[in-house]
């Protein structure tokens, strides 16, 4: 470069930089063009590492090009389509080249090398066919060369075995290619199979027991195809064996024996003549079998039921039809006529039964066989003889059958033969009924003109027309029949009507007409008549009627049936056949018509099909097999059929195909693995000495087969390797054997997604760890040594990223325990070059072998510790810990000699610090040494890498003028990041914040003293590289979590236009920044707010926060102030706006195969960076108590990203800002050294952008969290601008249940067209962040303030959400820091949830309940999953738990308030949800049993126990079957139990001194019994049955027992008070239980009743009286408790004989001008009334003196809640007879009652009516008494005054009750 300024090569052009880039797909496909060619060459290294490359390389060709390209017509895409199909025909060119060069001409190295690359190579090319092509596309854009791979690559056995799915996909994109090749294949495929089948068949023959028949005859049909190759003729014995045995039994199914037929007749008209011949044959030998003579001493048996096989129509036509007269095989014809001979023959061998079915069968085939009849044959004497009717015979045929048969003998061609049939005929006729008046007489004379009688010259035509339309009118033709059919008309006329219609029925279509008439009966009937005695009138109708009646059969197959079987009818036509004899058209016409009726058996083919339909098929024209033209004289022309068998099948593969080598290598290779049954036990025969198979050459393995099977096969292969590598005498075959092992390695993940390949399942199997040991355990000697180990390494690195999913516990503790060896430990050892290996640097080759070892080793250490992250074994954990502190200290090392003065290597530098950086993203990494502390580790580590920092980044000026890999400083601030994390871990309460700081300022100022700070840092975060800038401003968000670094970071941008705030507010605001670089800058801003920051300058005061000074005024302000005028300046709100509204929820924010091939695009921003994070993983042993949401991304591990998150294509209207404003925020007095490019804008002002840039979730969850701080610490302010802003409303709306829901589908069940896991993964993540971080924000506004959040339109959607996000099933989710993001997220929505239903019951309730309802199953799933979670996840444990008490608790309270409303909420609530559906009671009983489980599962002491019981309160209060539910699971016992123990325990402890300790415990124990209390009182809320459970548990002994500690404290006073409240409620046995006597711990109840002095109700009774004024809960729970107790006749016993009623008389009534009751004056008077219920309790009242006066005084003072008391006390008593006397005698009382009749309350005039009538009604006295003027004016005004208030009184009951007491009153008073 010479002398060339520096600042001169940074004056680049951005435009032509971007033109001269190379696009993602660009890049991939240049990658295939120059790997590909290297393919061929012979080198396994190069082959296997390319193929490496090229798999990675097809990685993000799926992502980069899509399948639309090839409809692409830009000048891009067609360049792109023309290299693509350059490289795929190369490719296929390859495979050709490796497949051909695989001959016994070449060593075995090279045979397996080629194999190795073929398998390879194919696996990898199909894949990026499927990556690529459609495979509709593959016609019309694949080459010849991939067409010819694909097809070889299709009859390849072996890999089509191995690897099945990629055999599909060749076979698909070889139908579209080649028709030609396909079809050979698909032949070929066929015969495989049938080669499989042949086998099987022989194998289960040959075992073994009962056989499936069945199975074994269909394995036979398929068997048949694949002789032509095979020729294995044992098999034909063995088939017709099976056969034969299957139509033995009678017992065999129909299915069975027709499926076992249709085997027979495909062998029996095999295409092969071998096979048909020895098909043939083996029936014969059987038939002999069955019917030999030998067997003639033998009784007749069941033996000749072997040949029932054969006794069918079809087996017996094909034998008649084509076995007789095989042309081509003497062996056929001679067998066939041997087997019919045999059968004809056979009746005395044969069984009647037997005998009896062959002749049923042979019926139908009767025709065929008679052409064959011959008097000079034995087999055609035997046919003829069928036809005879002597004595011996006469039972041989039916009648029928036996007539037609000797009329067909006629049409032989043998003159013989006919001769004889005459003869037969004659006698037949002769011996006919009525023979004597039927016409002609049968004579030989007649007899010897007739021998050639239907031996015609002129045969006739059966043909008939088919038109379309109707030429002859139907109303025609049934004229013309009427002509024919009528006995008045004269024969001429009838003559000519016959003749019409026989013109007419030669269209098919009028034969439906005549049918209907009758025509065929009438016709009969004139032959009938014609052969009669005075027959010669009709004979001349007799032509015509024979036409008509051909012409309808020949269109009728069912009238020929029918017509066949008519003797009669025959008989006549032959009579009339004779009359006319001379009469050429007759006997023409005749015997056309015996053809027809003669040979219908034979005409239908459907009767001889192999399948025949159900349906009956449509008439077809009459047609007859060929056999019979050639054997038969006939006299017409007939269509003819079964030339060749019917039952014939077609060989799948001709003499062609067969010659093809890939064909019969196929064929040969299926076989010997059919045989074999798998290629395993054929390796293994091979490998043996023992040969057992007797085959044709042609099926023997050839060397090269036995070859490519085992290097296919994966198992044999990779043993084969082991082998090797064992007996290896070289470097080269040890190396030789690693690279197939890395060859199979790779073809795993080539042939499969996602799942352990058999690979590495097979490894698991194989000892090849001790193999490998030897190479491993020590240091390398050579050169040769470093190669090997080198391979050695590449493999076991990339087994264990093939392994990541499915971890072997036993690989990776093998490889820990060989680094961790604590003699030598050679592979850490090797990372760091010793003295004397620096020396030998000089050697280049050695050098660059070291260096590749090196970067072998650490990617191995990078890919152990990726892949220990999901280990949960122990050990192999604690090997991991000890591990990474070893390798730490190793790669320390390797910093300093990588950094040494001599030699700056920054290939190997990069390396180091990548590994550094994946080994320091573990927390503890620095933990585990037993020599050196951690923080020691963490100081050198900091050392090292700020030194790196300085040398390379500070000290050039940044990467604007160095000249390092950008990799270096990217990795090197990543460490930075990680350690920053783990010295907080580390240093604890030590200083360590100070270690950071670098000396600002230059080397060259050495006169001014340098000022320690963190400087350094601040052109990080303006690096060029997104990444860079991310990582940087995480380490600053994690240094500012402690309060030293945020001063530190302040006080180092003091130099800044800004300072700290400034800086980082304007990154924040920056539109042009990428996401995740913002949200850092909001972590920092974060940070920075949680320090208390002043109002006003304090002097000395460590942190003053932002700064602000104007330059005009020349105001400043600091802190609060500041921090407003700085957000306000910035636009901050408004920013936040934008941000809100344009968040992108989406998976990617761009379409990688759109904007690959957009080049119109303006501006593509090629800075920009992925937000999507696809490849962080955070750390897997983040500690449970922490809270990931406040952890910044600092604490991830970042991999290089993809592409930006603000693509073109999304944001179409604008154009994103240059990078370069990333500059003004450095330091200005360094601003030319930094940077080149002068700031934009060095004010503070962010103005709010014009364009659109979509921002990500994750840095709307730092605002969120960046909003909280604000609002805790301005809360008016920032509740002002959300307002303002709109904020809460649009950062809600983002919350979208439905996306998570899709995205967890997506997981849950993978497709192959889903996206990556790690992908969606990544997305919910973000999105289940986003909804943590808000749902604090949404907390902290409830609190500061509620009506930001509390709207309808907000709370309804938000709610609706809320209920979404948490019934999502996250069952089938594997991922663990998922589902703990889940966990994280719902604890925080639960928490909100609660806080909702707390500040706004009544708004938000109803929303909740029906979100709840709308999801009942999955939201009582998700809370017993929570629920389940307190050991794990106790926080969502709490919160859920909480939630659903809250939520239980706010439903109870607005069940209360709604009581007093007269209209009722039609929403359903929770109470209904849980009691009123059936199909709910499931949900609910396990929502109990789980939290009973919580409750009861856990110690006193355990905070947890006290959430499950608030739950199961709240659930027991509202519902009665979660209190029937606990009832069965014995919770009432288990508390009083728990009760008895804790009164026990309080005794016990109460006698041993230690007050303090005594105390302490005491109160564990307290809470303890007032939680079982509590549960006590919920469970019998209103439950009778759980009530008597609690009476039967004998609930008041043991609260009695307890109650001297009850009355040490209040509030477990209050709670027993309320729960003998709630038991006591009507509840009179429980009142009653109240009074019983209990003695000692052990309480049984009492025999007696009464006043026990040891009795609860003395002691209720006690505290009432002993109550002090201040505790007024108390006071008023015991007034409710005897307010219950006081309806008990027992309890009002105690009562009166305790005098407690006598407290009541000495309360003081109200003094001066205080007109109200006091609070317990109102309880006495709650408690008086009750007692007033009953007569006793009135009698009680009464004998109180002055209780009477002391009610009228206070009648006259009022009380808010029960004005009335004194009323409806002095009410009850007037209803009593024996009170009257009492009442009337004090006229107080009556003058109040009368009284009441003129108040104005309408209650106390209803219940002075009642008491005046009550207490008149049948005491004359009282009559007396009332009528003074005084009370009866009273009564009559009222009830004038009622009259006329109510006149519709019935429309209430209670003005009605008035009105009646009132009349009644009136009545009373004025009768005498």
Same mark, same amino acid.
């Given at each position: 470069?010479?002398?060339?300024?520096?600042?001169?090569?940074?004056?680049?052009?951005?435009?032509?930089?971007?033109?001269?880039?190379?696009?993602?797909?660009?890049?991939?496909?240049?990658?295939?063009?120059?790997?590909?060619?290297?393919?061929?060459?012979?080198?396994?290294?190069?082959?296997?590492?390319?193929?490496?490359?090229?798999?990675?390389?097809?990685?993000?060709?799926?992502?980069?090009?899509?399948?639309?390209?090839?409809?692409?017509?830009?000048?891009?895409?067609?360049?792109?389509?023309?290299?693509?199909?350059?490289?795929?025909?190369?490719?296929?060119?390859?495979?050709?080249?490796?497949?051909?060069?695989?001959?016994?001409?070449?060593?075995?190295?090279?045979?397996?090398?080629?194999?190795?690359?073929?398998?390879?190579?194919?696996?990898?090319?199909?894949?990026?066919?499927?990556?690529?092509?459609?495979?509709?596309?593959?016609?019309?854009?694949?080459?010849?060369?991939?067409?010819?791979?694909?097809?070889?690559?299709?009859?390849?056995?072996?890999?089509?075995?191995?690897?099945?799915?990629?055999?599909?996909?060749?076979?698909?994109?070889?139908?579209?290619?080649?028709?030609?090749?396909?079809?050979?294949?698909?032949?070929?495929?066929?015969?495989?199979?049938?080669?499989?089948?042949?086998?099987?068949?022989?194998?289960?023959?040959?075992?073994?027991?009962?056989?499936?028949?069945?199975?074994?005859?269909?394995?036979?049909?398929?068997?048949?195809?694949?002789?032509?190759?095979?020729?294995?003729?044992?098999?034909?014995?063995?088939?017709?064996?099976?056969?034969?045995?299957?139509?033995?039994?009678?017992?065999?199914?129909?299915?069975?024996?027709?499926?076992?037929?249709?085997?027979?007749?495909?062998?029996?008209?095999?295409?092969?003549?071998?096979?048909?011949?020895?098909?043939?044959?083996?029936?014969?030998?059987?038939?002999?079998?069955?019917?030999?003579?030998?067997?003639?001493?033998?009784?007749?048996?069941?033996?000749?039921?072997?040949?029932?096989?054969?006794?069918?129509?079809?087996?017996?036509?094909?034998?008649?039809?084509?076995?007789?007269?095989?042309?081509?095989?003497?062996?056929?014809?001679?067998?066939?006529?041997?087997?019919?001979?045999?059968?004809?023959?056979?009746?005395?061998?044969?069984?009647?039964?037997?005998?009896?079915?062959?002749?049923?069968?042979?019926?139908?085939?009767?025709?065929?066989?008679?052409?064959?009849?011959?008097?000079?044959?034995?087999?055609?004497?035997?046919?003829?003889?069928?036809?005879?009717?002597?004595?011996?015979?006469?039972?041989?045929?039916?009648?029928?059958?036996?007539?037609?048969?000797?009329?067909?003998?006629?049409?032989?061609?043998?003159?013989?033969?006919?001769?004889?049939?005459?003869?037969?005929?004659?006698?037949?006729?002769?011996?006919?009924?009525?023979?004597?008046?039927?016409?002609?007489?049968?004579?030989?004379?007649?007899?010897?003109?007739?021998?050639?009688?239907?031996?015609?010259?002129?045969?006739?035509?059966?043909?008939?027309?088919?038109?379309?339309?109707?030429?002859?009118?139907?109303?025609?033709?049934?004229?013309?029949?009427?002509?024919?059919?009528?006995?008045?008309?004269?024969?001429?006329?009838?003559?000519?009507?016959?003749?019409?219609?026989?013109?007419?029925?030669?269209?098919?279509?009028?034969?439906?007409?005549?049918?209907?008439?009758?025509?065929?009966?009438?016709?009969?009937?004139?032959?009938?008549?014609?052969?009669?005695?005075?027959?010669?009138?009709?004979?001349?109708?007799?032509?015509?009627?024979?036409?008509?009646?051909?012409?309808?059969?020949?269109?009728?197959?069912?009238?020929?049936?029918?017509?066949?079987?008519?003797?009669?009818?025959?008989?006549?036509?032959?009579?009339?056949?004779?009359?006319?004899?001379?009469?050429?058209?007759?006997?023409?016409?005749?015997?056309?018509?015996?053809?027809?009726?003669?040979?219908?058996?034979?005409?239908?083919?459907?009767?001889?099909?192999?399948?025949?339909?159900?349906?009956?098929?449509?008439?077809?024209?009459?047609?007859?097999?060929?056999?019979?033209?050639?054997?038969?004289?006939?006299?017409?022309?007939?269509?003819?059929?079964?030339?060749?068998?019917?039952?014939?099948?077609?060989?799948?593969?001709?003499?062609?195909?067969?010659?093809?080598?890939?064909?019969?290598?196929?064929?040969?290779?299926?076989?010997?693995?059919?045989?074999?049954?798998?290629?395993?036990?054929?390796?293994?025969?091979?490998?043996?000495?023992?040969?057992?198979?007797?085959?044709?050459?042609?099926?023997?393995?050839?060397?090269?087969? $036995? /070859?490519? !099977?085992?290097?296919? +096969?994966? *198992?044999?292969? &990779?043993? =084969?390797? %082991?082998?090797?590598?064992?007996?290896? @005498?070289?470097?080269?075959?040890?190396?030789?054997?690693?690279?197939?092992?890395?060859?199979?390695?790779?073809?795993?993940?080539?042939?499969?997604?996602?799942?352990?390949?058999?690979?590495?399942?097979?490894?698991?199997?194989?000892?090849?760890?001790?193999?490998?040991?030897?190479?491993?355990?020590?240091?390398?000697?050579?050169?040769?040594?470093?190669?090997?180990?080198?391979?050695?390494?590449?493999?076991?690195?990339?087994?264990?990223?093939?392994?990541?999913?499915?971890?072997?516990?036993?690989?990776?503790?093998? $490889? /820990?325990? !060989?680094?961790?060896? +604590?003699? *030598?430990?050679? &592979?850490? =050892?090797? %990372?760091?070059?010793?003295?004397?290996? @620096?020396?030998?640097?000089?050697?280049?080759?050695?050098?660059?072998?070291?260096?590749?070892?090196?970067?072998?080793?650490?990617?191995?250490?990078?890919?152990?510790?990726?892949?220990?992250?999901?280990?949960?074994?122990?050990?192999?954990?604690?090997?991991?810990?000890?591990?990474?502190?070893?390798?730490?200290?190793?790669?320390?090392?390797?910093?300093?000699?990588?950094?040494?003065?001599?030699?700056?290597?920054?290939?190997?530098?990069?390396?180091?610090?990548?590994?550094?950086?994946?080994?320091?993203?573990?927390?503890?990494?620095?933990?585990?040494?037993?020599?050196?502390?951690?923080?020691?580790?963490?100081?050198?580590?900091?050392?090292?890498?700020?030194?790196?920092?300085?040398?390379?980044?500070?000290?050039?000026?940044?990467?604007?003028?160095?000249?390092?890999?950008?990799?270096?400083?990217?990795?090197?601030?990543?460490?930075?990041?990680?350690?920053?994390?783990?010295?907080?871990?580390?240093?604890?309460?030590?200083?360590?914040?100070?270690?950071?700081?670098?000396?600002?300022?230059?080397?060259?100022?050495?006169?001014?003293?340098?000022?320690?700070?963190?400087?350094?840092?601040?052109?990080?975060?303006?690096?060029?590289?997104?990444?860079?800038?991310?990582?940087?401003?995480?380490?600053?968000?994690?240094?500012?979590?402690?309060?030293?670094?945020?001063?530190?970071?302040?006080?180092?941008?003091?130099?800044?236009?800004?300072?700290?705030?400034?800086?980082?507010?304007?990154?924040?605001?920056?539109?042009?920044?990428?996401?995740?670089?913002?949200?850092?800058?909001?972590?920092?801003?974060?940070?920075?707010?949680?320090?208390?920051?002043?109002?006003?300058?304090?002097?000395?005061?460590?942190?003053?926060?932002?700064?602000?000074?104007?330059?005009?005024?020349?105001?400043?302000?600091?802190?609060?102030?500041?921090?407003?005028?700085?957000?306000?300046?910035?636009?901050?709100?408004?920013?936040?706006?934008?941000?809100?509204?344009?968040?992108?929820?989406?998976?990617?924010?761009?379409?990688?195969?759109?904007?690959?091939?957009?080049?119109?695009?303006?501006?593509?921003?090629?800075?920009?960076?992925?937000?999507?994070?696809?490849?962080?993983?955070?750390?897997?042993?983040?500690?449970?108590?922490?809270?990931?949401?406040?952890?910044?991304?600092?604490?991830?591990?970042?991999?290089?990203?993809?592409?930006?998150?603000?693509?073109?294509?999304?944001?179409?209207?604008?154009?994103?800002?240059?990078?370069?404003?990333?500059?003004?925020?450095?330091?200005?007095?360094?601003?030319?050294?930094?940077?080149?490019?002068?700031?934009?804008?060095?004010?503070?002002?962010?103005?709010?952008?014009?364009?659109?840039?979509?921002?990500?979730?994750?840095?709307?969850?730092?605002?969120?969290?960046?909003?909280?701080?604000?609002?805790?610490?301005?809360?008016?302010?920032?509740?002002?601008?959300?307002?303002?802003?709109?904020?809460?409303?649009?950062?809600?709306?983002?919350?979208?249940?439905?996306?998570?829901?899709?995205?967890?589908?997506?997981?849950?069940?993978?497709?192959?067209?889903?996206?990556?896991?790690?992908?969606?993964?990544?997305?919910?993540?973000?999105?289940?962040?986003?909804?943590?971080?808000?749902?604090?924000?949404?907390?902290?506004?409830?609190?500061?303030?509620?009506?930001?959040?509390?709207?309808?339109?907000?709370?309804?959607?938000?709610?609706?959400?809320?209920?979404?996000?948490?019934?999502?099933?996250?069952?089938?989710?594997?991922?663990?820091?998922?589902?703990?993001?889940?966990?994280?997220?719902?604890?925080?929505?639960?928490?909100?949830?609660?806080?909702?239903?707390?500040?706004?019951?009544?708004?938000?309730?109803?929303?909740?309940?029906?979100?709840?309802?709308?999801?009942?199953?999955?939201?009582?799933?998700?809370?017993?999953?929570?629920?389940?979670?307190?050991?794990?996840?106790?926080?969502?444990?709490?919160?859920?738990?909480?939630?659903?008490?809250?939520?239980?608790?706010?439903?109870?309270?607005?069940?209360?308030?709604?009581?007093?409303?007269?209209?009722?909420?039609?929403?359903?609530?929770?109470?209904?949800?849980?009691?009123?559906?059936?199909?709910?009671?499931?949900?609910?009983?396990?929502?109990?049993?789980?939290?009973?489980?919580?409750?009861?599962?856990?110690?006193?002491?355990?905070?947890?126990?006290?959430?499950?019981?608030?739950?199961?309160?709240?659930?027991?209060?509202?519902?009665?079957?979660?209190?029937?539910?606990?009832?069965?699971?014995?919770?009432?016992?288990?508390?009083?139990?728990?009760?008895?123990?804790?009164?026990?325990?309080?005794?016990?402890?109460?006698?041993?001194?230690?007050?303090?300790?005594?105390?302490?415990?005491?109160?564990?124990?307290?809470?303890?019994?007032?939680?079982?209390?509590?549960?006590?009182?919920?469970?019998?809320?209103?439950?009778?049955?759980?009530?008597?459970?609690?009476?039967?548990?004998?609930?008041?002994?043991?609260?009695?027992?307890?109650?001297?500690?009850?009355?040490?404290?209040?509030?477990?006073?209050?709670?027993?008070?309320?729960?003998?409240?709630?038991?006591?409620?009507?509840?009179?046995?429980?009142?009653?239980?109240?009074?019983?006597?209990?003695?000692?711990?052990?309480?049984?109840?009492?025999?007696?009743?009464?006043?026990?002095?040891?009795?609860?109700?003395?002691?209720?009774?006690?505290?009432?009286?002993?109550?002090?004024?201040?505790?007024?809960?108390?006071?008023?729970?015991?007034?409710?408790?005897?307010?219950?107790?006081?309806?008990?006749?027992?309890?009002?016993?105690?009562?009166?004989?305790?005098?407690?009623?006598?407290?009541?008389?000495?309360?003081?009534?109200?003094?001066?001008?205080?007109?109200?009751?006091?609070?317990?004056?109102?309880?006495?008077?709650?408690?008086?009334?009750?007692?007033?219920?009953?007569?006793?309790?009135?009698?009680?009242?009464?004998?109180?003196?002055?209780?009477?006066?002391?009610?009228?005084?206070?009648?006259?003072?009022?009380?808010?809640?029960?004005?009335?008391?004194?009323?409806?006390?002095?009410?009850?008593?007037?209803?009593?007879?024996?009170?009257?006397?009492?009442?009337?005698?004090?006229?107080?009382?009556?003058?109040?009652?009368?009284?009441?009749?003129?108040?104005?309350?309408?209650?106390?005039?209803?219940?002075?009516?009642?008491?005046?009538?009550?207490?008149?009604?049948?005491?004359?006295?009282?009559?007396?008494?009332?009528?003074?003027?005084?009370?009866?004016?009273?009564?009559?005004?009222?009830?004038?005054?009622?009259?006329?208030?109510?006149?519709?009184?019935?429309?209430?009951?209670?003005?009605?009750?008035?009105?009646?007491?009132?009349?009644?009153?009136?009545?009373?008073?004025?009768?005498?």
């Amino acid at each position: 470069m010479g002398h060339i300024d520096l600042p001169e090569l940074e004056t680049e052009d951005t435009l032509e930089l971007q033109f001269q880039q190379l696009s993602l797909p660009q890049f991939c496909v240049s990658i295939l063009e120059s790997a590909v060619p290297l393919l061929r060459t012979g080198s396994r290294q190069v082959i296997i590492r390319v193929l490496e490359l090229l798999t990675e390389d097809m990685t993000l060709i799926g992502e980069a090009i899509s399948t639309d390209i090839w409809d692409d017509s830009s000048l891009f895409g067609i360049d792109m389509k023309e290299k693509l199909l350059l490289v795929l025909g190369a490719l296929g060119e390859t495979m050709c080249y490796h497949k051909s060069s695989i001959s016994l001409e070449q060593p075995e190295v090279m045979l397996v090398h080629h194999r190795m690359a073929f398998i390879s190579i194919s696996l990898f090319a199909v894949r990026l066919l499927q990556t690529l092509l459609p495979v509709e596309k593959a016609s019309e854009f694949l080459s010849e060369p991939m067409s010819t791979a694909l097809f070889l690559l299709s009859l390849d056995m072996p890999i089509s075995l191995e690897y099945p799915n990629i055999h599909e996909a060749v076979v698909a994109y070889l139908e579209q290619l080649n028709s030609e090749n396909y079809s050979i294949y698909k032949r070929t495929a066929e015969a495989v199979y049938s080669i499989e089948c042949t086998c099987n068949f022989l194998s289960d023959i040959g075992k073994e027991g009962e056989k499936n028949l069945l199975e074994l005859v269909e394995l036979a049909d398929q068997a048949l195809r694949s002789f032509s190759y095979h020729q294995h003729f044992p098999l034909i014995k063995e088939i017709i064996s099976i056969c034969s045995k299957i139509w033995k039994s009678a017992q065999a199914s129909p299915l069975l024996q027709g499926e076992s037929q249709k085997v027979l007749l495909h062998m029996l008209s095999h295409p092969l003549p071998r096979v048909k011949a020895e098909t043939y044959h083996c029936c014969l030998e059987i038939t002999k079998e069955c019917l030999g003579v030998h067997n003639v001493t033998k009784p007749v048996s069941s033996l000749c039921n072997g040949i029932h096989f054969l006794l069918h129509p079809k087996v017996l036509y094909e034998i008649s039809v084509f076995g007789i007269q095989e042309p081509e095989s003497e062996q056929v014809n001679t067998a066939a006529k041997a087997i019919l001979l045999y059968l004809l023959q056979g009746r005395l061998m044969m069984t009647a039964l037997t005998w009896n079915k062959f002749i049923e069968s042979l019926c139908p085939v009767i025709p065929i066989l008679q052409g064959y009849a011959d008097t000079e044959d034995p087999l055609g004497n035997c046919i003829l003889l069928l036809s005879k009717a002597s004595s011996d015979t006469e039972e041989m045929l039916p009648c029928t059958t036996r007539l037609k048969s000797m009329l067909r003998l006629l049409l032989v061609k043998k003159p013989s033969v006919r001769s004889l049939a005459l003869k037969l005929l004659a006698f037949h006729l002769t011996s006919e009924e009525g023979a004597d008046t039927k016409r002609p007489l049968i004579d030989a004379r007649v007899l010897s003109r007739v021998t050639d009688l239907f031996i015609g010259k002129k045969p006739i035509e059966l043909r008939l027309d088919d038109r379309r339309e109707l030429v002859i009118k139907l109303e025609t033709v049934e004229k013309v029949y009427e002509i024919f059919t009528s006995d008045d008309v004269d024969l001429v006329l009838r003559k000519s009507a016959a003749e019409q219609l026989a013109v007419i029925m030669q269209d098919i279509k009028m034969h439906a007409v005549v049918k209907k008439l009758c025509l065929i009966d009438k016709i009969i009937e004139y032959l009938n008549e014609c052969v009669s005695q005075d027959g010669k009138v009709v004979e001349c109708l007799v032509q015509p009627c024979l036409t008509l009646l051909r012409k309808v059969l020949c269109g009728d197959p069912v009238m020929r049936v029918s017509l066949s079987q008519q003797s009669s009818l025959l008989t006549v036509l032959f009579r009339v056949s004779l009359i006319f004899h001379e009469d050429c058209s007759v006997v023409t016409e005749v015997g056309a018509l015996f053809c027809l009726l003669l040979f219908d058996e034979v005409s239908r083919m459907d009767m001889w099909s192999v399948n025949p339909s159900n349906k009956p098929s449509l008439p077809s024209v009459f047609s007859l097999p060929v056999s019979v033209f050639r054997r038969y004289h006939l006299p017409v022309h007939v269509i003819g059929h079964h030339a060749v068998s019917p039952y014939s099948i077609v060989l799948p593969l001709s003499a062609d195909c067969l010659a093809l080598k890939p064909v019969s290598d196929m064929l040969r290779i299926a076989w010997n693995l059919s045989w074999y049954h798998g290629s395993d036990n054929l390796l293994k025969q091979m490998n043996s000495e023992t040969k057992t198979q007797e085959i044709l050459d042609a099926l023997k393995l050839s060397t090269e087969d $036995i /070859l490519t !099977l085992k290097i296919t +096969h994966m *198992a044999s292969g &990779l043993q =084969d390797c %082991l082998h090797s590598i064992v007996q290896a @005498a070289t470097h080269r075959e040890v190396r030789a054997a690693v690279t197939r092992m890395s060859f199979y390695l790779l073809n795993d993940r080539l042939s499969l997604k996602g799942c352990p390949g058999p690979c590495g399942v097979t490894l698991k199997s194989l000892a090849w760890h001790t193999a490998l040991n030897r190479f491993l355990q020590v240091l390398p000697a050579c050169t040769e040594d470093e190669k090997l180990l080198i391979d050695i390494i590449h493999f076991l690195n990339k087994l264990i990223k093939e392994q990541r999913k499915n971890s072997s516990l036993e690989l990776l503790n093998w $490889i /820990l325990e !060989l680094l961790l060896r +604590h003699s *030598a430990n050679p &592979l850490l =050892d090797l %990372l760091v070059l010793t003295e004397s290996q @620096a020396r030998e640097e000089t050697d280049d080759i050695r050098t660059a072998v070291r260096q590749q070892l090196q970067k072998e080793l650490i990617a191995l250490f990078d890919t152990l510790l990726l892949n220990f992250m999901e280990v949960t074994d122990r050990k192999c954990s604690e090997l991991l810990y000890v591990f990474q502190t070893q390798l730490a200290l190793k790669l320390l090392q390797c910093l300093k000699v990588t950094d040494a003065p001599h030699f700056y290597g920054l290939p190997s530098l990069e390396r180091t610090l990548r590994g550094m950086a994946n080994l320091t993203a573990f927390p503890g990494w620095s933990s585990h040494s037993p020599l050196t502390k951690p923080l020691d580790i963490c100081v050198k580590y900091l050392s090292g890498l700020l030194e790196v920092i300085t040398s390379f980044y500070v000290e050039r000026g940044g990467n604007a003028m160095s000249f390092m890999g950008k990799g270096v400083t990217k990795s090197t601030i990543l460490c930075l990041l990680h350690l920053s994390h783990e010295m907080m871990a580390q240093a604890g309460s030590l200083e360590w914040m100070s270690l950071w700081f670098l000396p600002l300022g230059s080397h060259s100022e050495e006169h001014i003293p340098t000022q320690q700070g963190l400087a350094w840092l601040i052109p990080l975060w303006v690096d060029r590289d997104p990444e860079v800038r991310f990582t940087s401003l995480g380490l600053g968000s994690a240094l500012t979590t402690l309060e030293t670094g945020c001063v530190a970071l302040a006080n180092s941008c003091q130099n800044i236009s800004g300072g700290l705030w400034g800086t980082v507010v304007n990154i924040l605001l920056d539109q042009s920044e990428c996401s995740m670089v913002r949200r850092e800058a909001a972590f920092i801003l974060q940070n920075l707010l949680v320090i208390p920051m002043p109002t006003e300058i304090i002097k000395d005061y460590t942190w003053q926060g932002p700064c602000v000074h104007d330059e005009d005024s020349g105001l400043s302000l600091i802190g609060k102030p500041a921090l407003q005028a700085l957000l306000y300046h910035c636009h901050f709100y408004e920013h936040l706006n934008q941000m809100v509204k344009h968040c992108y929820l989406g998976r990617c924010m761009f379409d990688l195969n759109f904007s690959a091939f957009d080049r119109n695009s303006e501006s593509n921003d090629l800075n920009g960076l992925d937000d999507s994070f696809k490849f962080w993983r955070a750390p897997s042993r983040t500690s449970q108590d922490r809270d990931p949401s406040s952890l910044s991304t600092s604490e991830t591990t970042v991999a290089p990203s993809l592409g930006s998150t603000e693509f073109q294509p999304l944001v179409q209207s604008t154009t994103l800002l240059p990078e370069a404003s990333h500059d003004q925020f450095v330091a200005q007095g360094h601003q030319e050294s930094t940077s080149p490019r002068p700031p934009h804008d060095s004010s503070l002002s962010a103005p709010l952008p014009k364009l659109c840039v979509f921002v990500t979730p994750s840095l709307l969850s730092a605002m969120c969290s960046l909003l909280d701080n604000l609002l805790t610490i301005a809360p008016r302010d920032t509740a002002k601008a959300f307002r303002q802003a709109h904020l809460i409303e649009l950062l809600c709306s983002i919350a979208d249940a439905t996306l998570i829901q899709t995205c967890v589908q997506e997981l849950r069940a993978l497709l192959p067209s889903s996206p990556p896991a790690e992908h969606t993964q990544a997305q919910v993540s973000f999105l289940l962040e986003y909804l943590s971080s808000l749902s604090r924000l949404l907390q902290s506004c409830l609190l500061v303030e509620p009506d930001l959040v509390i709207q309808d339109e907000l709370v309804k959607p938000l709610i609706t959400n809320i209920i979404g996000i948490l019934t999502i099933c996250t069952k089938d989710v594997l991922d663990k820091e998922l589902i703990s993001a889940f966990y994280h997220t719902w604890t925080h929505l639960f928490n909100l949830l609660a806080m909702l239903l707390r500040k706004a019951g009544a708004i938000t309730l109803p929303f909740v309940t029906v979100a709840l309802a709308k999801h009942w199953t999955a939201a009582i799933d998700m809370f017993c999953t929570c629920a389940g979670l307190s050991a794990t996840c106790p926080a969502l444990y709490t919160a859920s738990l909480q939630f659903l008490s809250v939520l239980l608790t706010e439903e109870a309270k607005g069940h209360l308030q709604a009581k007093s409303k007269t209209h009722l909420c039609c929403s359903p609530t929770v109470a209904s949800l849980l009691d009123d559906s059936q199909e709910n009671q499931k949900s609910l009983e396990q929502l109990s049993d789980v939290i009973l489980q919580c409750y009861e599962g856990k110690s006193s002491k355990d905070i947890l126990k006290r959430v499950a019981a608030n739950a199961l309160m709240s659930l027991l209060a509202v519902s009665r079957r979660a209190q029937k539910h606990a009832l069965k699971a014995n919770l009432i016992d288990n508390c009083m139990e728990q009760m008895k123990h804790i009164n026990a325990q309080l005794n016990l402890d109460s006698l041993r001194p230690g007050k303090a300790a005594l105390k302490k415990k005491e109160d564990g124990v307290i809470k303890e019994l007032s939680i079982a209390m509590q549960l006590l009182r919920n469970c019998l809320y209103q439950n009778e049955e759980c009530k008597e459970a609690a009476l039967e548990a004998h609930l008041v002994p043991v609260l009695h027992s307890l109650w001297p500690w009850i009355l040490m404290d209040d509030s477990l006073m209050q709670i027993s008070l309320q729960l003998l409240c709630v038991y006591t409620a009507n509840f009179p046995n429980g009142c009653s239980s109240l009074c019983w006597s209990s003695c000692g711990q052990h309480p049984v109840q009492a025999t007696h009743r009464g006043a026990v002095s040891n009795s609860l109700m003395l002691c209720i009774l006690k505290l009432a009286s002993q109550m002090p004024l201040e505790n007024t809960t108390v006071q008023q729970m015991v007034f409710m408790l005897l307010s219950n107790l006081a309806l008990s006749h027992d309890c009002k016993g105690v009562i009166q004989k305790s005098n407690f009623l006598q407290n009541f008389l000495s309360l003081a009534l109200p003094k001066g001008g205080n007109k109200h009751l006091s609070n317990l004056t109102i309880l006495w008077l709650k408690l008086l009334l009750n007692i007033s219920s009953g007569e006793d309790g009135q009698q009680m009242i009464l004998r109180l003196d002055g209780c009477l006066d002391l009610l009228t005084e206070m009648s006259k003072y009022k009380h808010k809640s029960s004005p009335l008391l004194p009323l409806l006390i002095f009410h009850n008593v007037c209803f009593s007879p024996a009170n009257k006397p009492k009442i009337l005698a004090n006229e107080k009382v009556i003058t109040v009652l009368a009284a009441c009749l003129e108040s104005e309350n309408q209650n106390a005039q209803r219940i002075g009516a009642a008491a005046l009538w009550a207490l008149i009604y049948n005491y004359q006295k009282a009559k007396t008494a009332l009528k003074s003027p005084s009370v009866k004016r009273r009564v009559d005004e009222a009830y004038s005054l009622a009259k006329k208030t109510f006149p519709n009184s019935e429309a209430n009951p209670l003005n009605a009750y008035y009105l009646k007491c009132l009349e009644n009153l009136v009545q009373l008073l004025n009768s005498s």
